[in-house]
């Protein structure tokens, strides 16, 4: 089992920067790939972008230049460096972790004002 806890989430204005972050708990030694994902009002969830436990990482072209996730395997933690924000940005984000299943954080809102 593994749980996941994300934050940082706020309101900024656009071209402003924001760092998210998830601390997961439990089995985190059994994390292989940690995501981001993003849900808009009415829209569907989104992928942003994937870390795998080498540390390669891949983005949507949405945000890459101006996206950065790392993470710390070995306490559990991954995080979003997000800058150039856009209002299109504007989701509720949430981290997903592979393990024995994919397991989901609860999501924290991020909005970006024009």
């Known amino acids: 089992q593994v749980q996941l806890v994300e934050s940082g989430g706020g309101l900024v204005q656009a071209g402003g920067s924001l760092k998210l972050s998830c601390a997961a708990s439990?089995?985190?030694?059994?994390?292989?790939?940690m995501r981001w994902y993003r849900q808009a009002p009415g829209k569907q969830r989104e992928w942003v972008a994937t870390?795998?436990?080498?540390?390669?990482?891949n983005y949507a072209d949405s945000v890459k230049g101006r996206f950065t996730i790392s993470r710390d395997s070995a306490k559990g933690t991954m995080s979003l460096q997000m800058n150039s924000l856009k209002p299109e940005d504007t989701a509720v984000y949430y981290c997903?972790?592979?393990?024995?299943?994919?397991?989901w954080g609860q999501g924290t809102q991020v909005t970006v004002s024009s």
């Open positions: 439990g089995s985190i030694f059994s994390i292989g790939a």
């Open positions: 870390i795998i436990s080498g540390g390669r990482t």
């Open positions: 997903a972790a592979d393990a024995s299943r994919t397991y």
